[in-house]
């Protein structure tokens, strides 16, 4: 009962939990042990006090009756202890202890029915416990004996020994060293304790012992020195298969040189020449461990395992035989890798024994080039969870945890961890897997050699040399790249080659981005390199500076152990800015702008170094080009590739192999990496500071003497680039929208030759809009590469949204020139809701997922639809239920039922079209001729298209959002209403199909052919609609695609049985025909061809790729005329007979017109119609 505290004795005070609604009988128990169990017995067993329980007992027991008591004392001494309860039974204090002892047995019982298992594992294991403890004290008490028993027998001696013995002997000791034993001779004639080694008495056989110890302890240490020199030989001097060992040699090295500097050994004159040996070997050995570390600083080894295998991952390196390598280049861009981080890849050049060649898949060997430069620059991966000083973790670190510092280094076995593989035995250093324990055995190495303190120094003198190193090992490993591709018929990769492919609308940003690639893999791989060489570096400082710390011998040489390092550091910082600063400086012009055109079609005019392409070039080159090759060419011989400077490089092989210039512009191409890699090595720098205890408000730590290659950048582009963008993007869009051709259709050639032909027509945009996207293009790249909220930010929002705010105003124009007293204009215009209903017709919905994608479909329609002026403040039923099996995700194409639903919602508005016999019918139908339609479709495409290419470039890649939203907001407006502008034209177009097709077709009623005995003749007007839509939809797929045609066709097929239908309602109302005159059965016969031409001259303008035409409604529409048309050569009795048959095809106002009109075989009779009812 004592054995814990209660189980929550504090209790809650909320409801009741769900564990205990599931637990009634658990609960109960608990709140019995919290009320009626005493506190006391939850407590320490050793606090726990009994005596005043028992008193309390006793007493109540005396305060009985006296005649009672005298016979339980009696009866207590008789009864047994099952009788024990009843003599105590009227004892209150017993019972409540009693029922007490209830309650916690039944918790008891509870543990142990319900957690048995537990309980057994348990008491087995205490049992284990208790065996073992009791062996261990059997073989204590054995020990014991037997010392006691060798004190014993070393105690057997005269007790009386004189003032010269040893006061630590026992007394029988001193007796036998005087050779008076108290024993007599044994069996074997010797004395009995005295009698050791014939005679000689235990302390002189001790200091015999402890002669001969010294002896040998002597010649163990001469032994140790003698072999110390062929051991390191073998160690350092590789045999297959063993490579090079320096830790361990390094490790056998120091420990025999602090032999022979011992007290014992330095007085031995006869170790001069081994002394000599060994200093030979010491300063060999220090050779190799310098150049060991340098070939781990600076990549030519230690990057054969993945970052999860480091040490530093969990402090063994991986043992499942997998080697890794990593190499720079345009997949590992590709993948995302940030820039100098442990996730980087490697320049991997030395192809290993195994036949792994480290190169990827677009670089060929590039040994030959490199001649005497034997370089393999790595991407270190040692990204890992870096851990405080005072505890708790760095998430995402990528310094060496403490833990792993704190571990005690082993030369001889983590260097056998961390040898490769597949060392090769030819090399003179070792070849390491594993960066960061390399890194600390060679530190280890350095502070047994004593020469710890020299790292700074001797690193200091080599950084420059083996920085430049890099570089040139990265030139040639581009220059082995270009050479690759030359010799496979690549060709060059300049302006002009990566213009083939390319969308012409996409611009000179596109096209320089694609042939800057070279520039761009080079620089990464350049950066990847320099960013792995900095993480070592900060790692080797970390291990430097947690030596000093930890190491007593170290500690005091160092007047900052934080701050070891860091002048190298800083010194490799330094040169690595200078070389990313000398690249960009040759990659950009900042002395000479660029020449910018604005004639919004910039094919030509690219500058000075441009040659005409196609059949007009004829592959002739000026002499001057020719002469430039030339002299590149010899520049760029595979035998000096290394010895040019970064600028020359840049110049002599990039430029000239990709045909380009420098040019200020190039800047935005290097932005984002070059930004990326200065934001990681600025956390490095930090983290190693918080994980190293370094004070960051020293001057020493914040000196920035020189320019940094990204602030160089960002000044460039602020005072350069951006106000020269800015400049082009509103001159070169106001150039554009001045010309007369500005929104004017682009006529191909060969539109002849493709108009009958029914794949998709690509249709450019206007040069205007071409100009907006091209002009502005730079300036959005810049949007996601300059930092948000900068000072170059918020001006490059503002210079774009004054350009698309010109264009929206010169489009607003144009848009109202078209439209202008136009028929469809007046109806998208009306106070109805009209304009905002037709967006619920499937048809609206492909046009925005052809344009928008299928994620923005729905959104564009919705917000057109709230935006719109003829949006209604309250719609009916029916448009709501539209809207929302539209937006729920139904199936458009099979959900018949909804797009009949809104075909009638559209038909409401457009009732005074079909009123074809009223006076003056037709007068106001202004419609457009074939050159304004095609111009409307133009610019509806062109609008649409350059909307959808603005809004995605203010979208990220990766996320597919605008990162930017909040500074954007304005200018996602403005081009939202380019947009508008566009989705209102696309309208247009559509609705002014539909007025020419009724205008025609409203004629049909006014035809003799109707009347006609003589012959079947077609009406005019039916061919001449034949006519307009054939050419129709040649005009508008050449002037604005197959989208914006098949648009401006759509619901036709819906649209003519309608027309076809209110005709022959006309006629059954007797309007439209001169004296009233029946038709006649040729007549009949007369409106069924027409709708057979019509539904064959419809289907073929629609057959085009991309069309919308709906083969299912289009069926059913023209069926259900074609049933109206034969109603009318019906006699009487036949027609009651369909009425009846089919009274639900039609209306019922459009059945009494059939029985009240008369007909080729019968006469009217209203009468018949109210007889079928009854």
Known sequence: MSGGPPPNRGGGSGGPSSAEMDHPDLVDLERRLHSEVDEDFFQDPKKFRTLHRVIDILGMQLLDSADGQQQQQQQARQASSADFDSIHRNNPAYVALKQQQVIVDEAIEHMAVYHCSDLNSSVVAVGKVSRQFNDASNRVRTLRRQVRDIKDSLGTGDSAADGDANPNEPAGAAGGRNGTAQAGPDANGTAGGGGFGGGMSLRELWLKKLECEAVLSLLHKLEKIRRAPPTFDVLVQPQPPSPCRIGSAVAVLTDALRTMFSDDVAQVQALHKIMEQLMTRKQRAEEIVWETLGDVIYLRTGNAVLPGELEQGGGVLASDHKKHHYVSGEPALRRGRSLGTASSSSTTIREDKSGNSGNDGDDSDVDSVLSDVDYDSGRDGSRTTAAAPGGGDIVGGRTIPRTILDSEVDLEADELRCLEETSASDFAIPQYADPVLALRILTEALARLGRLEDIERVLGETVGRELRRITQAEQART???LERRRNAGGGRRGIGGAAEGIDGNMGQLAEADEAMRDFRIHLSNLLFAFGSVALRLSHLAQIVR???????????????????????????DTLIQQEVKCFLEACLNESEGDNFMYDGMAEEGRGASSHERGIFSLGIITDTASNKDSRSAALTSRANIVELSTDKFVTNVLFARSNMIPQVRNALTFRRSVATWAAESADLKAELAFMTGEDTTSPSYNANPKERAIDYLDSVIQKNLLPMLQEEAVNGTISALEREDAFEPRIDPA??????NSKNVQVEM???CQALYRYTGPLFSALHRLPKGGEMYSPLVAVLEHAVLTFNSRVKQRVGQICRGKKASALLDANTTFFSDIELRRSYTQLMQAYFGEDDAYAAGASAALDGGSMPISPSAGKSKIKEEKSSGFDAAADYERERSAFEM????????????????????AVCNDDELGRAACLAHSLLNVASLLEARLKTRSGGRDKTAGATRALRGSIKEIREHGVRMAKFCRVEMLIQSVKRMSQICASSTLTAKDAV???SCVNDLGEHLTSASDVLREAGGNIIAAYSLSSLEQYIPLFLMQTVRIIAQGKGRKNRSIITLNGVESLDRSGSVLYRDLKGATNFENSFWDDELAAESFERSASFIAMIELDMEELVSYCRNNRGEFS????????????????AD???????DK
């Open 1148 to 1163: 019922d106002e459009d059945y009494k017109l059939m029985f009240s009109m008369d007909g080729p075989r019968r006469s």
């Open 751 to 756: 539109m002849y030759v493709r108009a009958a």
């Open 1166 to 1172: 209203i009468r018949k119609f109210a007889t079928i």
């Open 766 to 768: 206007c040069v205007a």
């Open 906 to 925: 559209e038909v409401s508005h457009l009732s005074p079209l079909l009123e074809f016999s009223s006076k003056n019918y037709g007068h106001d139908l």
């Open 546 to 572: 947690h030596k000093i710390m930890t190491d007593p011998q170290l500690t005091g040489r160092y007047s900052d152990p934080s701050s070891a390092m860091h002048s190298v550091l800083v010194a490799a």
């Open 1017 to 1019: 003749r077609l009406p």
């Open 479 to 481: 220059f082995a790249r």
